[in-house]
C-alpha cells in the first residue's frame, strides 16, 4: 500500500499565456520583438518552451527554446499572423497568434567580397569578388560598385555593376582594400578587408647542398645552390642571398656557391633566399650540426722522479693528456730525452715510458702528442740526473692520486721529496696544514707544512698522514740515517744532486700565535712563515719526554752551516713531512 506522500502526480499542465510584440506595425527593415507572457504561476516542477511560425503556414520556423523571448525580421511588406505554440513538460501544448503589418522598408546594401588568391606577391593578378554582396529589397545586378585598393581616400574604380574586378599591386605591403556598395535609393555600403602582398614565388624552386672535410667550427665550408631554377622558364638568371647564424649575411650574387665558417658549434641554421631579376623571391632553411673545433691536444706530462742519478729509471706518464675527439688511448707519443731538437723515439700509442740517463746533467725532457688529424702539441720537464747510485723508485698515493719519487738510504726508503697530502674535511683536523704564506702554488711547488702537535696526536690515535706502507720518521730513524750521512759534506749530501738523493730544499717552516682578549677568549691567530730558502726542518713523530706537550725532535740542514740539523723545538711549529717506509 503507497502512503500518499509517494504517489505519482499525473496531472498535466496546460500554460496559459499572452504573446506581446514591441510593435504591431513595422517596415521591413525592422528587428521586431515578440515575447511569451505566462498568465498563470508556472508549478516548480514544470518549464515551459516554445516554437514559431511567422507566416502561418503550418510549418514552425524554429525549434522549440525555452527562452521566451524572440527578435524577427520580415523581409516583404504585408499581414503576418503569426502563430505560437507553447508546450510543457508534462505534455500541456497550446497555441496562440498575434497579427503584424509590415510596410515597405528600405536598407542599405551589406557590402561583403572575396579575395583569391587571400595572400600573393606583388606580381599576382588578385581577383576581388563582391558577388556575396546583399541586399534586401534589391537584386544583385541592380547594386553597383567601386573600389580603394589602398586605403588612400581616393577610388581606384568608378562605379560598375560588375560584381568582380582583378588587381595588381605592384609592390609588397599590407594593404587594405574597401569595397563601396550603393543599391537605386542611393543607400551605400562598405566593407574593408586587409591583403597581404609579399615577394614570395612559388614558382622559384630554392635548393642548396654543402661539403666539408671534417664539419667543425672553423672548417672551410662549401655551399652551392645551383640546385635551384625557376619553374616556367629554366634557363632564367638567379640571384643569390645566404643568412648565417652569426647574423653575416652574404648577398646579392649570381655566384651559386660560396664558402663559410661557422663559429660556434651545435645547430646552425642557413637560410637561402632565390631572387629572380624583378625581385620576386622564394627562400629554403636547413639546418646544419657544426661540431666543435678541432684544437691541439692537451698534454700532461707526470714525471715522479724529478731529481735522479745515474742509476734511475726515469718513469714518465702521460695518461692524463686528453683530446677533444682523439680518445686518450688512441694519442701518439714521441720523445726527445734531452731537448736537443732531435726525436730519440718514434711516433707510439704507449703512454708510459722509462729512461735512464748515461751521464749526470739537467736535462729538459720534451714529449710531443699528436691527434687522428695530425695536430701536435708538447710538454717538458727538467731532470737533474747525479753521478751517485743510489737506488731510486716512485710511489703513488692512492688517496689523491699523487706521485711521490723515492730513495734508498742504507737500509731505508725514504721520500725524496715533501709529502703535500692536504687537509680534508674528514680529517676534522684544525689547522692541520698549510703552504707556506698560506699560498697554493708553494704547496704546488715544494710541498705542504704540517703542524707538528695535531699530526702527532693524529697518528697516536692510530690514523695515517703518510701514504699506505708508510709513516712519519722517528728519533731513531733519524739516528739511522745519519750513520750514512758522510762526514766531509753532511748537509750537501741531503741537498738536491747530493750523493744520498735525500734531495732536500730550503723550503722554511711556520709557526702560529693565539690573540687571547682580556677575557681570555681567542680572537685570532696569527700564522708567521719563516726562513723560505735559508733553511729547513722536517718533522718527526717523536716529543721530548720531559716537555712532550711543548717539544718535538726535528731535522734539517741552513744555508749558513754546512753540518746535520737535529734539536727539539716546539711542538706548534709547521714544518715539512718526509715519509718513510714501514
Not at 234 to 246: A, C, G, Q, R, V
Not at 434 to 461: A, N, P, T, V
Amino acid at each position: 500500500m503507497f502512503s500518499p506522500g509517494c504517489q505519482k502526480d499525473d496531472t498535466t499542465y496546460i500554460p496559459e499565456f499572452s504573446i506581446t510584440a514591441d510593435k504591431n506595425k513595422g517596415l521591413t527593415t525592422d528587428q521586431i520583438k515578440f515575447k511569451i507572457n505566462p498568465e498563470d504561476n508556472i508549478p516548480r516542477n514544470e518549464k515551459i518552451h516554445c516554437r514559431w511560425d511567422w507566416n502561418n503556414d503550418s510549418v514552425f520556423d524554429t525549434k522549440f527554446s525555452d527562452d521566451l523571448e524572440f527578435r524577427h525580421r520580415f523581409f516583404k511588406p504585408g499581414e503576418y499572423n503569426v502563430l505560437c505554440q507553447v508546450l510543457s513538460i508534462s505534455g500541456g501544448k497550446k497555441m496562440k497568434s498575434i497579427k503584424i503589418v509590415i510596410d515597405q522598408g528600405y536598407s542599405a546594401p551589406v557590402a561583403d567580397f572575396q579575395i583569391s588568391p587571400e595572400t600573393g606577391h606583388f606580381m599576382i593578378d588578385f581577383l576581388f569578388d563582391a558577388g556575396c554582396t546583399n541586399d534586401y529589397e534589391d537584386s544583385i545586378e541592380t547594386l553597383r560598385f567601386r573600389w580603394d585598393f589602398e586605403d588612400d581616400g581616393i577610388w581606384d574604380t568608378q562605379f560598375s555593376n560588375e560584381t568582380f574586378i582583378n588587381h595588381t599591386f605592384g609592390k609588397t605591403g599590407v594593404f587594405k582594400v574597401i569595397l563601396n556598395v550603393v543599391d537605386p535609393s542611393n543607400r551605400s555600403g562598405n566593407i574593408t578587408k586587409t591583403v597581404i602582398v609579399h615577394r614570395r614565388d612559388t614558382c622559384i624552386v630554392p635548393e642548396f647542398i654543402w661539403h666539408s672535410e671534417t664539419g667543425r667550427v672553423g672548417d672551410t665550408f662549401t655551399f652551392d645552390a645551383g640546385a635551384s631554377y625557376y619553374m616556367d622558364d629554366t634557363s632564367k638568371i638567379l640571384n643569390y642571398k645566404w643568412f648565417f647564424p652569426e647574423a653575416e649575411y652574404i648577398g646579392d650574387t649570381v655566384e651559386a656557391v660560396i664558402e663559410h665558417k661557422f663559429r660556434f658549434p651545435g645547430p646552425n641554421i642557413v637560410r637561402l633566399v632565390v631572387e629572380d631579376g624583378i625581385g620576386l623571391q622564394n627562400s629554403i632553411e636547413k639546418e646544419l650540426f657544426i661540431i666543435d673545433e678541432n684544437t691541439p691536444p692537451r698534454p700532461v706530462l707526470i714525471a715522479p722522479i724529478k731529481y735522479g742519478n745515474v742509476e734511475t729509471q726515469f718513469y714518465l706518464n702521460t695518461w692524463e693528456s686528453i683530446d677533444d675527439f682523439t680518445p686518450s688511448s688512441e694519442l701518439l707519443i714521441r720523445w726527445d730525452f734531452d731537448g736537443d731538437g732531435s726525436w730519440d723515439t718514434g711516433k707510439s700509442a704507449e703512454k708510459e715510458y722509462y729512461h735512464q740517463y748515461a751521464s749526470e746533467g739537467r736535462y729538459n725532457c720534451i714529449m710531443e702528442i699528436e691527434d687522428e688529424e695530425g695536430l701536435t702539441a708538447t710538454a717538458s720537464k727538467e731532470l737533474w740526473v747525479s753521478p751517485h747510485n743510489n737506488p731510486t723508485s716512485f710511489i703513488r698515493d692512492r688517496r689523491d692520486g699523487k706521485y711521490y719519487s723515492t730513495v734508498k738510504i742504507g737500509g731505508q726508503w725514504w721520500m725524496s721529496q715533501n709529502l703535500d697530502y692536504r687537509d680534508e674535511e674528514k680529517m676534522d683536523i684544525p689547522m692541520f696544514q698549510k703552504c707556506y704564506d698560506e699560498d697554493d702554488r708553494m704547496c704546488d711547488q715544494f710541498g705542504s707544512l704540517y703542524q707538528s702537535g695535531r699530526c702527532i696526536s693524529y697518528i697516536e690515535e692510530g690514523n695515517k698522514i703518510c701514504p699506505e706502507g708508510w709513516r712519519i720518521p722517528n728519533i731513531d730513524d733519524i739516528i739511522n740515517l745519519s750513520v750514512n750521512i758522510p762526514e766531509n759534506e753532511p748537509r750537501n749530501s741531503l741537498m738536491v744532486g747530493g750523493s744520498l738523493g735525500f734531495n732536500a730544499r730550503y723550503t722554511g717552516f711556520g709557526s702560529y700565535v693565539f690573540v687571547i682578549n682580556q677575557l681570555g677568549i681567542i680572537t685570532d691567530t696569527i700564522y708567521t712563515y719563516e726562513r723560505f730558502m735559508e733553511e729547513v726542518r722536517f718533522m718527526t713523530s717523536t716529543k721530548r719526554n720531559s716537555f712532550p706537550e711543548i717539544s718535538q725532535y726535528v731535522y734539517g740542514i741552513q744555508r749558513n752551516y754546512d753540518g746535520f740539523n737535529q734539536m727539539w723545538k716546539t711542538i706548534d711549529g709547521y714544518y715539512p713531512i718526509r715519509c718513510i717506509k714501514e
